[in-house]
């Protein structure tokens, strides 16, 4: 339930990638702390479902189906949330696919569509949001990954995606800072959700498995706290980047 002392009442936020794991949770963290939170992805029932939650409890919720990786799918998502709300304060680039391989297996459709929504999409969907983030001295949120900072074997196309989120966010950075719209980089370390469903390399897939069964992960919680952290600080605080790595978790 949202009083007036929450941090983010008035504030209208996008969270892309809503329908599960880190979106899901960031959208209804949002939503806890007083903003109008639109949320998206592909699947729609799962968008409503979580829409409905975030009402139940007294927020407000507006869903779009949406493929971040299709342009103008990317120009109407932002447009329907102005259209709806008037304005756009928090904008935050989560949707993304972790399609593991070493360079010499891997398929050049799965580095293809991760190039195409975890980094391409990203940014798109950041200069489509920017006009109206300048106008509100607003704020972006970039979800990176550990794997933007350091380049394991078999992250290939993945690391190279999420290294381009930590370039392309410093290089906003320091495009935006002056119109008082802030960046922050959000790196995880292994968080416990559906990322690993869509790995198409077998061996890969079960290592994955594997390290979570061995492993205390982070939950999706843990990141959408860190995610509010950044969000909720006063204007002249702009939290530029956050690695939040498992305790378990060396590299
Ligand atoms: P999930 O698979 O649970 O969530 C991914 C989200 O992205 C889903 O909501 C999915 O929705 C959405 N998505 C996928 N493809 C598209 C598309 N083409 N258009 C729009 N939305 C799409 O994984 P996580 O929550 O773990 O991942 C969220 C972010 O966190 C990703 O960027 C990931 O790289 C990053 N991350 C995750 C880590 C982890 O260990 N889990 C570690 C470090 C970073 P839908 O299928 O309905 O479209």
Redo the contacts with the bound molecule.
């Keep these: 339930m949202t009083s007036a002392n929450s941090p983010l009442v008035g504030k209208v936020a996008l969270v892309?990638?809503?329908?599960?794991?880190?979106?899901?949770?960031t959208a209804a963290a949002l939503a806890e702390a007083g903003a109008k939170v639109a949320v998206?992805?592909?699947?729609?029932d799962?968008?409503q479902a979580l829409a409905g939650r975030i009402e139940k409890t007294g927020g407000k919720a507006l869903t779009i189906e949406?493929?971040?990786?299709?342009d103008g799918?990317v120009t109407a998502m932002v447009d329907k949330v102005v259209a709806q709300w008037g304005r756009l304060d928090i904008l935050v680039?989560?949707?993304?696919?972790?399609l593991l391989s070493p360079a010499a297996e891997a398929s050049l459709e799965d580095w293809r569509?991760m190039i195409?929504?975890?980094l391409l999409?990203?940014m798109a969907t950041t200069k489509a949001a920017l006009p109206h983030l300048k106008t509100a001295k607003g704020h972006i949120v970039n979800?990176?990954?550990?794997?933007?900072r350091v380049a394991n074997p078999g992250a290939t196309g993945?690391a190279a995606?999420?290294f381009g989120?930590v370039a392309f966010s410093e290089s906003l950075r320091r495009e935006v800072y002056a119109d008082k719209v802030r960046v922050t980089v959000?790196?995880?370390?292994?968080?416990?959700?559906?990322?690993?469903?869509?790995i198409t390399n077998a061996e890969f897939k079960a290592g994955?498995e594997n390290r979570l069964a061995t492993m205390e992960?982070?939950t999706?919680g843990d990141?959408a706290n860190a995610i509010l952290y950044a969000v909720s600080q006063p204007p002249r605080v702009n939290v530029n980047e956050i690695l939040i790595r498992p305790t378990d978790q060396e590299r």
């Design positions: 892309t990638g809503a329908s599960s794991g880190i979106g899901e949770a998206a992805a592909r699947r729609a799962r968008l949406a493929d971040i990786a299709k799918d680039n989560n949707a993304g696919i972790m569509r195409e929504l975890n999409g990203l979800v990176s990954s550990v794997a933007g993945y995606t999420k989120v959000i790196e995880p370390g292994l968080v416990r959700t559906e990322l690993g469903d869509h994955l992960a982070l999706a990141i």
